[in-house]
């Protein structure tokens, strides 16, 4: 049977080739990836996952265009279709949500997969009136006809659950904010366009099959998008998914408290501002007025010592840790008496350290560039893009002033 198969003709079509060219590129740097990465984190289990259900399909849909009198046992792999949203969606809450854990409910989730893979089992192969071919694009026994229901499911599972991942995406930069100074490694974006690619190419596909349905001649297929679709997962995911840490590990990383440092600038790095609001919000916090107030004066106090504001990488738990509070009530703090988040009131500090640096003689020999990163920031970029907001002039001309 085997050599059967091989002995046929196999002219592959420019699309085929194209999907096995993605299909070896992606293996090609998953392996790369497998020999630098012993450990798997939660987050890039999912996307091994999405990428395995991903593959799955493109092979599948190779062999419906190459080989159609193998196809038929390969025609229950296009209910992985159903899994892709799931796995995209509990990728999202693994990086969104804190603590987030995997429950026996979540195998919910996989049941219309199992179901719609089992209905293709119970239904193949169709005779020509088979009332879910709804869609007559009459093929040989009804084998590639397309099937309303099938589909149906497989828009609903791609488009419900990419709306559910944006709806969890769309505070994720402001809730960082109040848990990192730096953003470019909990940084979503990248996600969030793979979502909203998910919605337009299977809204594209909607469009093309109910068009067709109604009479409309044209040369989009709708099931092309469904299966070319999903390469584009594997290219983000090689290209960001990969390299995107898990945004709460499972053993959150703290620091010790840092030795003390003589500075010059400790003046600058101070925020005395004490909101008049302050007591309104610890009406209803777990910190009463007296305690909030002596939180920020330690927290003051630390920030002039320390410097802990220069490490590139500081977090509020490392902070909190440091001050052996926990991080809520140091988040509420700095955003009651600094009335900024913890993202913005660590880079105040350090805008006003680079701008000491900027004016000391001492510091002549250094180029702007070498002053951000002493400064905490971790690239010239965004060194540039917060002095600029909140100085209104640029490094080199506050400098040559």
Sequence with gaps: MITAFFSQPFNLQLQSLLILLTIAFSMGMSTNFWQHHTRFQTGQRFLLLTKLCVLLLALTYIIQQEAEDWALPFYTLISLQMLIGPLVFFYTRVQTIEHFSWQPQHWLHTLPTLLFAGLWIWQLPLSDDDPLLVISEAHQNGVHAHRFWHKLAAWLSLIGYSVASLRLLMPHEGNMKERFSELSEVNLNWLKGLAISIIGLTSVSIVSDIARFMGVKHSLNGGDFQALGPLLLILLIIR?????????????????TPQAKNTDTASDTTLEYVSPESKKKYATSSLTEDEAAQLWRRLQTHMQSYQP?????????????????SVNHLSETINGYARLSFYDYINSLRIAEAKALLHSTDMAHLSVTDIGYQSGFNSNSTFYTHFKKMTGVTPRQYRAQ
């Design 309 to 325: 504001y220069l490490e590139p990488g500081l977090k509020i738990s490392q902070l909190a840790s440091a001050l052996e509070v």
């Design 240 to 256: 960001y998914g990969f390299r995107q840490q898990d945004i709460f590990p499972a053993d959150p990383a703290t620091t010790e």
